[in-house]
């Protein structure tokens, strides 16, 4: 998976995803049409929501870790121990 490298990305990604969304919601409610290709649409939508949901918070996590003022950059644990909640 490629990782977000900026902001700029990650506004982007989080537009790909309002969109994403709302055409979920609007395939799950349209009446009719192929069932089957229906639910074929519905969980390739999910999968790509999820990838992106996914890509956010991994963004997220790692500029906080990377920004040296904010508070997830400063380590309190001891040596071994773990020190974030934002994991691999």
């Not at 999910?46 to 996590?61: F, P, S, T, V």
């Amino acid at each position: 998976m490629k990782r977000l490298q900026n902001e700029r990305q990650l506004n982007a990604t989080r537009e790909k995803l309002k969109m994403l969304e709302e055409q979920y919601e609007k395939s799950k409610k349209r009446p009719g049409g192929n069932e089957y290709v229906r639910e074929l649409t519905l969980g390739s939508l999910g999968r790509r929501i999820k990838q992106l949901k996914e890509e956010i918070m991994w963004y997220e996590c790692h500029a906080r870790v990377r920004e040296p003022s904010s508070p997830a950059a400063v380590s309190t644990s001891k040596p071994g121990e773990a020190s974030s909640t934002c994991t691999n």
